[in-house]
């Protein structure tokens, strides 16, 4: 079955770059989404469409994708950004599912 | 703004049914679909299905289907799901999403409930 692949965990410091991967055969064709989870709430949207930003988030948040590959990038993370990050698409039928999720320790 | 506001929590036994309420408020409900995402108590996020609030069309999960069943009152803006036949590892978070379409006929959530936690237990 067609799966997401993200890494479990990233950890940096504050003030760096962090970069968080979601592998997906279907990414070539298919948009990535990203969502945002801090503890005990509910998800965020903070990347739709590979690359673009809803209104509200803050613009150290990119996206970009190449390949099979889409990356959320957060640039001069802050300890606020420390949350569980998910990708989401679908797969070549349109099926939508959700990446395994990594955790942003910023610290 | 727009808002989706979720019912309470539930404890069930396995075996009994569980309906989760979401109404909606701030956009027309017609004009989009609802999804249904749960997550497992330390686990990740599952997609549910989706129901189209404009005609009642539903996709389920396939680990689902037989189970789950949702539906729309459109003259209360409220989304339902209903999951029968509950057992221990259904015990999670329910969250309920706005479904909105994006390009290249992707649909995805740009805004969601708070959640609805049920636990399943004997």
């Known amino acids: 079955s067609y799966e997401l692949t993200q890494p479990p965990s990233v950890s940096v410091s504050p003030g760096q770059t962090a970069r968080i991967t979601c592998s997906g055969d279907a990414l070539p064709k298919k948009y990535a989404y990203w969502y945002q989870q801090k503890s005990g709430q509910a998800p965020v949207l903070v990347i739709y469409e590979d690359s673009k930003r809803p209104s509200g988030i803050p613009e150290r948040f990119s996206g970009s994708s190449s390949g099979t590959m889409a990356t959320l990038t957060i640039s001069g993370a802050q300890v606020e950004d420390e949350a569980d990050y998910y990708c989401y698409s679908t797969d070549s039928s349109g099926n939508p599912l959700f990446g395994g999720g990594t955790k942003l320790t910023v610290l | ?122």
Not at chain 2, 22 to 31: D, E, L, P, R
Not at chain 2, 63 to 76: A, E, F, I, N, P
């Open chain 2, 1 to 122: 703004q727009v808002q989706l506001v979720q019912s309470g929590a539930e404890v069930k036994k396995p075996g009994a049914s569980v309906k989760v309420s979401c109404k909606a408020s701030g956009y027309t409900f017609t004009s989009y679909g609802i999804s249904w995402v749960r997550q497992a108590p330390g686990q990740g996020l599952e997609w549910m299905g989706w129901i189209s609030a404009y005609n009642g069309n539903t996709n389920y999960a396939q680990k689902l289907q037989g189970r789950v069943t949702m539906t729309t009152d459109t003259s209360t803006s409220t989304a339902y799901m209903e999951l029968r036949s509950l057992r221990s590892d259904d015990t999670a978070v329910y969250y309920c999403a706005r479904r909105v379409r994006g390009a290249r006929l992707i649909y995805y959530m740009d805004v969601w409930g708070k959640g609805t936690t049920v636990t399943v237990s004997s």
